[in-house]
């Protein structure tokens, strides 16, 4: 992990889950350059955010820069007790996605836990 204290949004800790391969590395990392815009996106995108307890679950940047910058969600379907610690799981999704069950990012999250 890559813990950056105080340099969220609002001024919150950011703590960066690290592949072993970017352990040591100090600058470089992936997941960090993405977070502060110096990487192009591929074009399947996958993010989490925890906050109050809460995995916030994403498949699209956009939405996910959105939610640190206000913190809210306005399209979600959650689960309550699904995290793998009991935890709330909640998939943030797109206006046009709104009315369907989210199985891929379900799935998606399924298999980033194990």
């Known amino acids: 992990m890559q ?11 950011l703590v960066f889950a690290l592949t072993s391969k970017d ?4 600058k470089g990392i992936p997941s960090v350059m993405v977070y502060e815009g110096y990487v192009p996106l591929f074009e399947t995108f996958y993010g989490e955010v925890v906050k109050e307890g809460r995995i916030y679950v994403f498949n699209d940047h956009r939405l996910m820069k959105v939610f640190r910058e206000t913190g809210e969600a306005a ?3 959650t689960q309550i007790g699904a995290g793998a610690n009991g935890e709330t799981i909640v998939y943030v999704l797109a206006s046009s996605k709104k009315k ?3 199985l891929d990012m379900i799935a998606q999250y399924g298999f980033y836990q194990e």
């Open 23 to 26: 352990k040591k590395k100090i």
């Open 75 to 77: 399209y979600r379907f």
């Open 100 to 102: 369907k069950q989210p």
């Open 3 to 13: 813990t950056q204290i105080g340099n969220g949004p609002n001024g919150e800790t």
